[in-house]
């Protein structure tokens, strides 16, 4: 679910505790003192090596300093979302409960990345930066990293790559995850490969990679005390992105570089689990319920809410155990807010589908905890084995199961009744 500010930033920013994490493991030495930006052209000719592709040109690169990435950032997202675009994005995941009431989206996803960025790769201008604070000892890496994005933008144009994914949030993840996993697995594969190993045949270090890079996060204040939603988004498609793509190239080797652009994955959960992703297992979209007086009303935003929209819900309100024993079974996911303006109210219409009625049953209970726990108050009406009805902080709510699919009116003016089947 909204993860469209995400897709115009994460795309152009390296965590710097992805390039930190992989210098560690991967044990080179690293001459502190050469000019890093003279080994460009021999970095791409070993990227061309592990992924056939073509080089097409040179790639410019310079320094830049914290000021000036966060002026870029800033400017990018004046350019690719409207004040009314990020307050519907930020009014989303505060109506789920990701985020606090008080929270400040575009501040922080800017303060947050700017903090973490090490090196970026602008594949509208086709230049390379590295911040002036990055380490030396980082800097290989994550030059290696942003090259594996110029490379790829040589060859299948990843602009145009991330605006085929902006029709559903969760599959515009999935590309984010793509982009991400192979610039960090070409990265990894490089250092390995320069100590004679290489993270196909070897499971420990991909493994001791992955978590390298989540593990780094606790370095960054900004990055610590963010709200859970934001974490997990920034670092899975780095983190799952590498796995996803260690598991697509050692079943189709250096073919599987073109493969995930030209065949791209639709959800999170072919990331997670990319078995799905081979057999070509596609989300549904399970009926929105309907929302019983909707006169004065518009539809504000609709969307998708993946496996990973929903594992990260239920580890922030649930547990990180019943996160990993239910999300697993999701199978699609949608949401849409109806906003009225007078009197102002924003409604969430809400349904997910499970893989059998029994995973549906117990993400019903579970999502009733979800509300007790997001809400300051909540007032139960009624209850039973298939519906729970009362009144929360923004609204009467009618939470329901029927067969496979979990259904959730919130936030409306007068009470719900369970006719919403």
């Given at each position: 679910?909204?993860?469209?500010?995400?897709?115009?930033?994460?795309?152009?920013?390296?965590?710097?505790?992805?390039?930190?994490?992989?210098?560690a493991?991967?044990?080179?030495?690293?001459?502190?003192?050469?000019?890093?930006?003279?080994?460009?052209?021999g970095?791409l000719?070993s990227?061309?090596?592990?992924t056939?592709?073509?080089?097409?040109?040179r790639?410019?690169a310079?320094?830049?300093?914290?000021?000036?990435?966060?002026?870029?950032l800033?400017?990018?997202?004046k350019?690719?979302?409207?004040?009314?675009?990020?307050?519907?994005?930020?009014?989303?995941?505060?109506?789920?409960?990701?985020?606090?009431?008080?929270?400040?989206?575009?501040?922080?996803?800017?303060?947050?990345?700017?903090?973490?960025?090490?090196?970026?790769?602008?594949?509208?201008?086709?230049?390379?930066f590295i911040?002036d604070?990055?380490?030396s000892a980082?800097?290989?890496?994550a030059?290696?990293h942003?090259?594996?994005?110029?490379?790829?933008?040589?060859?299948?144009?990843?602009?145009?790559f991330?605006?085929?994914?902006?029709?559903?949030?969760?599959?515009?993840?999935?590309?984010?995850?793509?982009?991400?996993?192979?610039?960090?697995?070409?990265m990894?594969e490089?250092?390995?490969?320069?100590a004679?190993?290489?993270?196909?045949?070897?499971?420990?270090?991909?493994?001791?990679?992955?978590?390298?890079?989540?593990?780094g996060?606790?370095?960054?204040?900004?990055?610590?005390?963010?709200?859970?939603?934001l974490?997990?988004?920034?670092?899975?498609?780095y983190?799952?992105?590498?796995?996803?793509?260690?598991?697509?190239?050692?079943?189709m080797?250096?073919r599987?570089?073109?493969?995930v652009?030209?065949?791209?994955?639709?959800?999170?959960q072919?990331?997670?689990?990319?078995?799905?992703?081979?057999?070509?297992?596609?989300?549904?979209?399970?009926?929105?319920?309907?929302?019983?007086d909707?006169?004065?009303?518009?539809r504000?935003?609709?969307?998708?809410?993946?496996?990973?929209?929903?594992?990260?819900?239920?580890?922030?309100?649930?547990?990180?155990?019943?996160?990993?024993?239910?999300s697993?079974?999701?199978?699609?996911?949608?949401?849409?807010?109806?906003?009225?303006?007078?009197?102002?109210?924003?409604?969430?219409?809400?349904?997910?589908?499970?893989d059998?009625?029994?995973?549906?049953?117990?993400?019903?209970?579970?999502?009733?905890?979800?509300?007790?726990?997001?809400?300051?108050h909540?007032?139960?009406k009624?209850?039973?084995?298939?519906?729970?009805?009362?009144?929360?902080?923004?609204?009467?709510?009618?939470?329901?199961?029927?067969?496979?699919?979990v259904?959730s009116?919130e936030?409306?003016?007068n009470?719900v009744?369970?006719?919403?089947?």
């Amino acid at each position: 679910m909204a993860h469209r500010i995400k897709a115009v930033l994460i795309p152009i920013v390296l965590a710097a505790l992805l390039a930190a994490a992989a210098a560690a493991q991967s044990g080179v030495d690293l001459d502190q003192s050469r000019e890093i930006f003279q080994e460009i052209d021999g970095f791409l000719q070993s990227l061309k090596e592990i992924t056939g592709f073509k080089i097409h040109h040179r790639v410019p690169a310079e320094i830049i300093s914290r000021g000036q990435v966060k002026e870029f950032l800033q400017k990018r997202m004046k350019e690719a979302a409207t004040p009314e675009d990020i307050r519907v994005e930020e009014l989303t995941l505060k109506k789920f409960g990701l985020v606090p009431q008080d929270f400040d989206l575009a501040k922080n996803e800017v303060d947050l990345l700017t903090e973490q960025a090490a090196a970026f790769y602008d594949f509208n201008r086709k230049k390379l930066f590295i911040t002036d604070w990055t380490p030396s000892a980082t800097r290989e890496p994550a030059l290696i990293h942003e090259l594996g994005h110029a490379l790829a933008d040589q060859n299948v144009n990843l602009g145009r790559f991330i605006k085929q994914g902006r029709k559903s949030d969760d599959g515009s993840m999935a590309r984010l995850a793509v982009m991400e996993g192979q610039a960090s697995w070409l990265m990894a594969e490089y250092l390995a490969r320069k100590a004679g190993q290489s993270l196909a045949t070897s499971p420990a270090l991909l493994e001791t990679m992955a978590h390298s890079i989540e593990s780094g996060a606790g370095e960054f204040p900004v990055f610590e005390g963010e709200p859970l939603y934001l974490r997990e988004t920034l670092v899975f498609p780095y983190t799952k992105g590498l796995l996803f793509q260690n598991a697509v190239y050692k079943r189709m080797g250096e073919r599987a570089f073109a493969e995930v652009f030209k065949h791209a994955p639709v959800s999170t959960q072919q990331i997670l689990h990319p078995d799905d992703y081979f057999s070509g297992l596609a989300p549904t979209n399970p009926a929105l319920p309907v929302l019983p007086d909707a006169h004065g009303y518009k539809r504000l935003t609709d969307g998708t809410v993946g496996e990973l929209d929903h594992a990260i819900l239920l580890e922030q309100y649930c547990g990180r155990e019943e996160s990993a024993a239910v999300s697993p079974h999701w199978r699609g996911g949608e949401y849409a807010l109806m906003e009225r303006r007078s009197p102002e109210r924003v409604v969430l219409l809400y349904a997910s589908e499970w893989d059998d009625a029994a995973a549906a049953k117990r993400y019903f209970r579970l999502y009733r905890k979800v509300l007790e726990k997001k809400w300051k108050h909540i007032e139960v009406k009624s209850e039973s084995d298939d519906s729970v009805a009362g009144a929360g902080d923004d609204g009467y709510f009618l939470v329901q199961v029927t067969g496979t699919v979990v259904t959730s009116v919130e936030g409306a003016e007068n009470p719900v009744l369970a006719q919403n089947r």
